[in-house]
């Protein structure tokens, strides 16, 4: 079946635009992870959403992100005013339920370009 | 403060050869342990999930150890392959939580 997909697989931008990076779960996962990934470093967690619940936005660095998950599928990841110190890698992943056991499932990244 | 730490320095071996990783923490409880591999331009790719109570772990040519004393888990890789090149990292989930914290990954290089 599918695995996780993310659009677009490049963003360039310039400083002080706002982006949006979208993710789309395997199908009837329940939970979904946010992370970024600068270069050469472990990946920081940003933002989870777990089925109905609230979701967990300890991660996220700044006011300027938000993410959005709609309908318990579909999330998307909002960028306000990019600074260069957003260029990362934005990766998405999803786990069927009960995280972290579960095994959680990426998709292959957005690529973040601030200018 | 709560750290993950894994060797930054690439690590090269000869194919055939075991590979052994390293995954030391400080300031965690992990509840659980799991190792991701990453090729490059691609997300992780889970490996092994091995729990607080759990000293081993294996799946085919993987080891996964985990000495909560030590604080430490070891990945090794038998009878490596250069396909087996690869960032390796780990993650650790504490025992009140539901995120993963990873490590900053340790580059592998099997040569042939």
Redesign the interface.
């Known amino acids: 079946g599918a695995g ?1 997909s993310q659009s677009p697989s490049n963003k360039v931008t310039e400083k002080g635009k706002d982006v949006e990076l979208r993710c789309d779960p395997i199908s009837g996962h329940t ?1 979904l ?1 946010w ?1 970024r990934q600068s270069l ?6 940003l933002i ?1 959403f ?1 089925g109905n619940s609230a979701p ?1 936005k ?2 996220l660095p700044s006011d300027r992100f938000s993410a959005e998950r709609t309908g318990g599928s579909v999330s998307t990841l909002t960028i306000q005013r990019t600074q260069q110190e957003d260029s990362a890698v934005y ?1 998405c ?1 999803s786990s069927l339920n009960l ?3 579960d ?7 957005t690529r973040l370009t601030v200018l | 403060s709560q750290k993950i730490e894994q060797n930054s320095e690439a690590l090269n071996i000869q194919e055939g050869k075991t590979a052994t990783l390293t995954c030391n923490y400080t300031n965690y409880s992990p509840a659980y342990l799991q190792w991701y591999r990453q090729d490059p331009g691609r997300g992780p790719v889970f490996l092994l999930l091995i729990r607080e109570n759990e000293k081993e772990k294996r799946k085919e040519r993987l080891k996964v150890t985990f000495d909560t004393t030590l604080k430490q888990s070891l990945f090794h890789i038998t009878a490596s392959q250069p396909a087996d090149s690869a960032t390796y990292l780990c993650a650790l989930v504490p025992n009140a939580g539901n995120m993963l914290t990873f490590g900053g990954g340790t580059r592998l290089m099997v040569k042939p």
């Open positions: 996780v939970a992870y992370y050469g470093q472990g990946l920081e967690f989870y777990q967990d300890s991660g990766l992943a995280p972290p056991t095994t959680q499932y990426f998709g292959p990244g």
